[in-house]
Nanobody
């Protein structure tokens, strides 16, 4: 069974940075595409960033491009989300999701992922 555990959320002022991590317990982590999604209070869950199983392909939502960076360390079974220049609109619960991929891609739709973590809260104050 694949389990995902997020960490690194917290309260930060606008303009600040946070680094989220997602530890994935999977026998062959290098076969999984991984993505970050977020859900703000009263809103639908939205795609933030995704990374392919090799780490060679990254995809970002337009709202975070240039501010957030997704990366992975296959030796540590961990995916990271470096978030810079945070804004109050980034306030949400951030979820990590993983899916076994035959191709080196990472879907942007939540339906493309079978495994999800419990999430970590990010709050950005103005």
């Amino acid at each position: 069974q694949v389990q995902l555990v997020e960490a690194g959320g917290g309260l930060v002022q606008a303009g600040g940075s946070l680094r989220l991590s997602c530890a994935v317990s999977a026998r062959t982590f290098s076969g999984y595409g991984v993505a970050w999604f977020r859900q703000a209070l009263g809103k639908e869950r939205e795609f933030v960033a995704g990374i392919s199983r090799s780490g060679g392909s990254m995809t970002y939502a337009g709202s975070v491009k240039g501010r957030f960076t997704i990366s992975r360390d296959n030796a540590k079974n961990t995916v990271y989300l470096q978030m810079n220049s945070l804004q109050p609109t980034d306030t949400a619960r951030y979820y990590c999701a993983a899916d076994w991929r035959l191709s080196d891609t990472s879907p942007t739709a939540s339906s493309g992922y079978d495994y999800w973590g419990q999430g970590t809260q990010v709050t950005v104050s103005s």
